[in-house]
């Protein structure tokens, strides 16, 4: 199976030094996206935005795909 990594940015840069066997290139964006959800879900609510992006890389290193999830809070008045 493939290994795939997943490094995050959130704020601050979390690369992934370990990698994940997936299947394919199908399973890594599934991987990608439950992952990004993940992440969010557990974030502060105090918060006016978020913003979460994972490169996922093969195991040459190359980026083959970037997921980004932003959600903004904006108040009127």
Same mark, same amino acid.
């Given at each position: 199976?493939?290994?795939?990594?997943?490094? %995050?940015?959130?704020?601050?840069i979390v690369p992934d030094e370990v990698g994940t066997e997936l299947a394919d290139l199908?399973?890594?964006?599934?991987?990608?996206?439950?992952?990004?959800?993940?992440?969010?879900?557990?974030?502060?609510?105090?918060?006016?935005? %978020?913003?979460?992006?994972?490169?996922?890389?093969?195991?040459?290193?190359?980026?083959?795909?970037?997921?980004?999830?932003?959600?903004?809070?904006?108040?009127?008045?």
């Amino acid at each position: 199976m493939p290994l795939y990594f997943f490094d %995050v940015h959130d704020g601050k840069i979390v690369p992934d030094e370990v990698g994940t066997e997936l299947a394919d290139l199908d399973a890594a964006r599934d991987f990608a996206c439950h992952m990004v959800l993940r992440m969010a879900a557990s974030m502060s609510l105090r918060r006016d935005g %978020v913003q979460i992006r994972v490169n996922v890389r093969d195991a040459a290193g190359a980026r083959v795909m970037t997921g980004t999830l932003m959600f903004l809070i904006e108040k009127t008045e």
